[in-house]
């Protein structure tokens, strides 16, 4: 039995880091938190000093059980979890629940994994951070008591199965916020002037006026002005200029850039992170810091010496903007410079790759630019054309790296022909355009995570899981606008002669960015209405600076809870108690012909229009809206054209046809058969022959194309991409293939590869039972019996499982499954008995 014992997070980081030590070690995986609280009760001492009451979940009974034993028989404890709070609080979790004697533990972090900075940790261990800790119980605590207070009012105030969270409500109410700065926009109108002009050699150059005109009138009288008019260089200026480089990436910045260049999610960026950290390549991926240690700064001048040389080398230091930064980490940066890329998947690569450039790219030269203003003057009028060029002379780190925008700029320099003062130059065209003002843009992942961090709101460990959790709650979601069309004027004077030319463009359209859904809407309504403070962006800022305050002792968590909770608790009682129920009600006007309100609202399913309401003696009449549609925008009109549907259009054998409207869109139905309209078409506008030009095209890609041992094959396309369906099994077509001229080799080629797979994914197989056990995404299983799927925790070796260990984990699910319907159906009678009591009230009694 090894004398040390070195429990780290996780297992791909155990096993990195077995490798570093010797045989007197050995180093164990905690699964990241071993303790957490309850999930059934608020598990805070709310009356008391706010003690958390922490337990061990089943999941990881079996984890703590067998570290016990690894830590009875070692000398030396290690704890090695990560170098932030929530590695802190996991260390202290782990001395508490393993029972771990002070003077056989000891702490120690690392900012990466390599065989210098493990053993270095190793020389240099320290006691467990409680300022840290008490950071991290604080922030867990404090959103412990908003979620589980406040969930309960959104339950009964606006619908069933809603949650509220701190940081997750103020980051839906920006974007909720930003959409109806979208929707409220007036766009105005100007007109730019651009022009094109040619030098004494006959080269071409674009420049422009620098200021719009507001009035048709204004464009055409400049025109006007310009006719018969001569050019000549009025002014030259050259002035050189220089480009500095990014500083390396923060956990922020990484995510953003991530999405710039590889369009990555941002969940998507720290899952890959977090592999090339564990495997020894990368720095620690939760960081403020955009510092370098010494050691780096010096390995990264050692590599562009070699593969750049000495004129592109600078080393330099870089200073944080970032309120509140956390512990004082190194930026996120390559383990050895010397690595371009690594032997990992193709995501892994890419991502290093950006890490290592952005890296390399700030310790470069400055690039060496010379950029030159042009203004040009006619003899007609006073008014300057100006033009704008840039020439590169020295690259520097632009060799490697130039950072990315989230907007680009409509107007970029670019290279200007040779000029000189007082040349004359030949109008080629002049033109007037029609432009609008725009509105403001919808957040991007990336650029919430940005807006987020500058409002001081949320830390490096908070940003992924914030926007994953506001979009699962379906809050937000990465939506798509259609756009619609806008009609705009250009004047154009060539040749002596000034022409009018209406065009027509597309506005408003965006594709995956963050869009608020009917029920975010309706909910941060409600919680801006009733609670202001708690969804204030300043509140929720300091909240993080109390955090940061506890983290360096310079306040008591417990104080700090006390403060917020004897405000926060009173109002929520006072909310569930007093408040009007919000549905997002908005009343449109009247039915012509029962008189009836009509009205918009949040429904049970989603956002609906309805006719009457429950108290009417007869039931209302209830429509959904459009996938296009908005409780906000949508009027009077398209409101009654909803209850148009569905619409019955004719037969087809002997089946009646009708076209609808649907959660996920208009669609044409015959039989149990749904064919989806096309992407912004009008379901009242479809005909009986529109309708059977639908259906014959889905019976024509229906039709088989082949048959395999005796079964049909069929092809399609679907959400993600062409597929075949063979004996009820999917099968994705890759672009290898060219999928509108399948050969049978191909077809057949694909779903033997589809058999392979599902073969290979199969680890024990029972038959007679109906029993199997398959390999799951994460390194995870799953049990499967009919259409029972139970996923197993990853410390389960499935391999070793024998039929009557999994038929017991079978029969626990199935009996888990029964008690939970016992209880719900406990508490919804208690709610009918208790339906005028506050839910605050409802708290304290089970207390």
């Known amino acids: 039995m090894a004398k040390n014992l ?64 690894l830590a009875k028989d070692a000398e030396t404890v290690w704890l090695a979890s990560d170098e932030d709070r929530e590695g802190e609080a996991i260390a202290w979790h782990l001395a508490e629940e393993l029972k771990l004697k002070q003077e056989k533990t000891k702490r120690i972090v690392f900012h990466e994994i390599t065989k210098s900075a493990i053993l270095n940790a190793i020389e240099n261990p320290r006691g467990i951070n409680y300022n840290l800790v008490n950071a991290q119980q604080a922030r867990r605590v404090l959103d412990r008591l908003v979620g589980y207070e406040l969930s309960p009012v959104l339950w009964r105030k606006v619908k069933g199965g809603l ?7 103020v980051a839906v109410r920006l974007i909720v916020e930003r959409e109806r700065e979208i929707q409220n926009f007036t766009p105005e109108a100007s007109f730019r002037i651009d022009a094109e002009f040619a030098n004494e050699d006959g080269k071409a150059f674009r420049a422009k006026l620098p200021k719009n005109f507001e ?28 480009k500095s480089p990014a500083p390396p990436f923060t956990t922020s910045t990484l995510q953003q850039e991530a999405a710039r260049k590889l369009y990555f999610s941002v969940s998507k960026t720290m899952t890959l992170a977090q592999r090339l950290y564990e495997a020894g390549h990368i720095t620690y991926m939760r960081t403020d810091s955009v510092n370098l240690s010494n050691d780096a700064r010096k390995g990264a001048n050692k590599e562009i010496l070699k593969a750049y040389g000495d004129k592109y080398a600078k080393s330099r230091q870089f200073k944080g903007k970032s309120k509140g930064a956390q512990e004082a980490h190194e930026a996120i940066r390559p383990t050895n410079f010397e690595n371009h890329s690594v032997n990992a998947d193709r995501d892994e690569q890419r991502l290093y790759e950006l890490i290592w450039k952005r890296a390399i790219a700030s310790q470069m030269s400055e690039a060496q630019l010379e950029r030159t203003n042009v203004k040009i003057e006619a003899d007609k009028h006073n008014k300057h054309f100006t033009a704008n060029g840039e020439v590169l002379k020295f690259d520097g780190f632009l060799k490697v790296y130039l950072e990315g925008k989230d907007e680009e700029d409509e107007e970029q320099s670019g290279m200007l022909p040779a000029l000189r003062e007082g040349e004359q130059l030949k109008n080629n065209f002049i033109t007037a355009t029609e432009r609008f003002t725009r509105p403001p843009y919808r957040y991007t992942e990336a650029s919430l995570v940005k807006k987020l961090e500058e409002l001081g709101i949320g830390r490096p460990s908070t940003y992924a899981p914030t926007i994953s959790t506001i979009q699962n709650r379906n809050y937000i979601e990465k939506g798509s606008a259609e756009g619609t069309d806008r009609d705009y004027l250009q004047f154009v004077l060539e040749k002596g002669e000034i022409a009018e030319k209406k065009l027509t463009e597309t506005v408003g359209s965006d594709k995956g960015k963050l869009m608020p859904t009917a029920v975010g ?70 039915d012509p012909e029962t008189g009836k309100p009509v009205s918009v609202r949040l429904g049970k399913f989603g956002p609906m229009v309805q006719i009457g309401s429950v108290e009417d003696d007869e039931k209302p009449k209830f429509a959904s809206l459009g996938p296009d549609q908005t409780l906000d925008s949508v009027t009077y009109e398209e409101a009654m054209e909803l209850f148009q549907l569905p619409k019955e259009l004719g037969e087809y054998k002997g089946e009646k046809v009708e076209v609808n409207n649907g959660r996920y869109g208009p669609y044409v139905k015959f039989g149990k058969k749904y064919v989806s309209l096309a992407k912004g078409e009008d379901p009242l506008n479809v005909n009986f022959d529109r309708a059977m030009e639908l259906i014959k095209a889905k019976e024509k890609a229906d039709a088989p194309i082949h048959e395999y041992e005796g079964k049909p094959v069929q092809k399609g396309v679907g959400r993600f991409g062409p597929y075949l369906k063979w004996n009820n099994i999917f099968i994705n077509v890759n672009k290898k293939y060219d999928f509108d001229n399948l050969s049978i080799e191909d077809i057949e080629t694909l779903i033997e590869d589809k058999k392979r797979k599902e073969r290979e994914k199969v680890i024990h197989n029972w038959e007679e039972e109906g029993i199997r056990v398959e390999k799951a995404r994460w390194g995870r299983s799953n049990v499967i019996k009919g259409k029972t799927k139970i996923q197993l925790p990853k410390t389960v070796d499935a391999a070793k499982l024998s039929l009557d ?43």
Do not use: C
């Open 215 to 242: 009035s048709r009138e204004e464009a055409e009288k400049f025109l006007q002005q310009n006719l018969g008019a001569e050019f000549k260089v009025a002014e030259l200026t050259t002035k050189p200029a220089k």
């Open 6 to 69: 070195v429990i780290v997070e996780s297992p791909a980081k155990a096993k990195t880091i077995e490798k570093f030590l010797g045989k007197d070690y050995k180093v164990a995986s905690s699964f990241g938190h071993i303790a957490d609280l309850p999930t059934k009760e608020i598990g805070v001492d709310t009356e008391g000093d706010f003690t958390p009451k922490y337990i061990v979940s089943k999941d990881k009974k079996d984890v703590v059980r067998k570290l016990k034993s």
């Open 521 to 590: 809407m309706v909910v941060n309504d409600f919680l801006v209405n009733h609670f202001s403070n708690i969804l204030d962006y300043n509140f929720t800022a300091k909240v993080e600076q109390n955090f940061d305050d506890i983290a360096t002792g310079n306040e008591e968590w417990t104080h700090m809870m006390k403060e917020f909770y004897k405000d926060f608790h009173p109002q929520v009682q006072d909310v569930a108690k007093n408040a009007d129920r919000e549905v997002g009600e908005r009343i449109l006007g009247e």
């Open 163 to 169: 949650s509220a969270g701190r940081v997750q409500s």
């Open 805 to 847: 260990e999994v038929k017991e984990i079978i029969e626990k699910n199935s009996k888990t499954k029964k008690t939970t319907k016992k209880k719900t159906t406990k508490k919804t009678t208690a709610k009918k008995s208790t339906a005028k009591k506050s839910t605050a009230k409802k708290t304290t009694k089970k207390k």
